[in-house]
C-alpha cells in the first residue's frame, strides 16, 4: 500500500544509410536508443502536451514502415542498440504500428510502446501483447489520476471513463493469457493531481498491479540551443504550492528507496529542488546523447526539447551524428541540466 501524509504516398528521394555503421565510429560512442514518434495523430488534447509543438499536419508523408525499418531500425540494430521505444501522437492510431512492433522485435531490440490508452480495442490490445509477450518489452500508458475532473483537465477532453475501462481491460488480458509483457504506469506531477498522487498510485500497483509506475514533473521548454539555454524558464509556482510539491517530491522518494515498483525521474530530490529554482544547477549528466529521436516525418531532434536538426529522408543516421549540427547538440548536452526527464 503506497501511504503518505497527505490526503486524499510516394516519397521524395531518399538517401540510404551507411552500410558500414559497425566501422565508421567506435560503437560505444553511438546512440543505444531509439526513439519513434510514429504519428503525429492523437485523440486527446492535453495542455501539457511536450510533443504537441511537432504535430503540425504537414503535407508530407509520414515515415512509412520500409522507411523506418531501412533507414533508422537497421542502422541502429547494425552498431548494436537495443532500445526502442515507440510514441507519438496515440501509435495505436498508425496502421503500421504493429509491422513496426515486429520488425523491431525480429531485430531484438527491447522496445517500450508508449500509449495514452484511449483507444478503444481489445483486439488491438491483444496484438500489442502477443507481439511484446516477453518481460524485457514494455506496455508503457499514462494515467494522471483516478479522479474524473482531474484527468479530464489534464487530457483535455472527457477521457476519464474509456481510459479507467481500458486499463482494467489490459490489466485483466494480460492475467489471462499470462503474457509476459511489463505494464508500466506513467503520471506526470502538477499542480491538478498533487492530492491525488498516493491515491492514483495505490490504484495501479495494487488494484491494477502494474510492474512500474513511474513519476515525473510537469516539464515545458522549446527549442532549447547554447544560445537560449540561460533564457529558459522552468514552469512558475506560487511559494506555497512549491514547497507542497518538494514535500510530496521528498515523500515519493522515500516509497521509491523501498518499492522497486516506483521510479521517481529525477535521480534524487535535490535536483527536484534545482529544477523548481535554478536547473542549471541539476546535478548528473544529460542521458539524451544515448538516444536518437525522431519525429513522424523524419525529423531529427537531439532530445524532447531541442530544434530539429536534420532529416532522415535527406541524411544517412551517421552523416547526422557526425554532422555539425548534432556535433553542436552534444557540446550543448554536456552543460544543458535543465530538465530531470528519464531520457534514455
Known amino acids: 500500500m503506497v501511504q503518505s501524509r497527505q490526503g486524499g504516398g510516394s516519397v521524395g528521394t531518399v538517401k540510404p544509410a551507411p552500410q558500414d555503421c559497425k566501422t565508421a565510429k ?60 515507440v510514441s507519438g501522437g496515440e501509435p495505436m492510431l498508425s496502421p503500421i504500428l504493429e509491422d513496426v512492433l515486429r520488425d523491431a522485435v525480429s531485430r531484438d531490440f527491447n522496445v517500450t510502446f508508449a500509449t495514452n490508452i484511449l483507444e478503444e ?28 475532473l482531474e484527468m479530464n483537465h489534464i487530457r483535455g477532453k472527457d477521457v476519464h471513463a474509456d481510459v479507467l475501462s481500458n486499463v482494467w481491460k489490459i490489466a485483466k488480458l494480460r492475467d489471462r493469457h499470462r503474457y509476459k509483457t511489463r505494464l508500466f504506469a506513467q503520471i506526470v506531477l502538477q499542480e491538478l493531481n498533487i492530492d491525488s498522487i498516493f491515491r492514483t498510485m495505490d490504484f495501479l500497483l495494487e488494484e491494477i498491479g502494474v510492474d512500474v509506475c513511474i513519476v515525473q514533473p510537469e516539464v515545458k521548454y522549446t527549442d532549447v540551443t547554447r544560445k537560449n539555454l540561460r533564457k529558459q524558464r522552468p514552469l512558475e509556482y506560487s511559494p506555497d504550492f512549491r514547497s507542497k510539491l518538494l514535500d510530496t517530491a521528498r515523500q515519493l522518494f522515500t516509497l521509491a528507496s523501498t518499492d522497486n515498483r516506483i521510479k ?15 536547473p542549471l544547477e541539476i546535478k548528473g549528466p544529460c542521458n539524451s546523447r544515448n538516444m536518437i529521436m525522431v519525429g513522424p516525418y523524419g525529423d531529427l531532434r537531439g ?39 528519464g531520457c534514455a
Open 26 to 85: 567506435p560503437t560505444e560512442l553511438l546512440p543505444r536508443c531509439l526513439y519513434l514518434e510514429i504519428t503525429d495523430k492523437c485523440n486527446m488534447n492535453c495542455p501539457m502536451c511536450i510533443t504537441r509543438a511537432y504535430r503540425e499536419h504537414r503535407p508530407d508523408p509520414l515515415l512509412s514502415r520500409s522507411e523506418i525499418r531501412e533507414l533508422l531500425l537497421d542502422p541502429v540494430s547494425a552498431w548494436g542498440g537495443k532500445h526502442f521505444v
Open 121 to 148: 480495442s481489445l483486439h488491438k490490445f491483444d496484438d500489442m501483447f502477443k507481439v511484446l509477450n516477453d518481460p524485457r518489452h514494455g506496455f508503457q500508458f499514462s494515467f494522471d489520476s483516478v479522479e474524473q
Open 264 to 278: 521517481v525521474e529525477g535521480d534524487g530530490y535535490t535536483n527536484w529542488e534545482k529544477f523548481l529554482t535554478n
Open 303 to 341: 532530445c524532447l526539447f531541442s530544434p530539429v536538426l536534420a532529416s532522415i529522408r535527406k541524411t544517412g543516421l551517421l552523416e547526422y551524428l557526425q554532422s555539425k549540427r548534432y556535433q553542436e547538440f552534444l557540446r550543448l548536452a554536456k552543460v544543458c541540466k535543465i530538465c530531470i526527464n
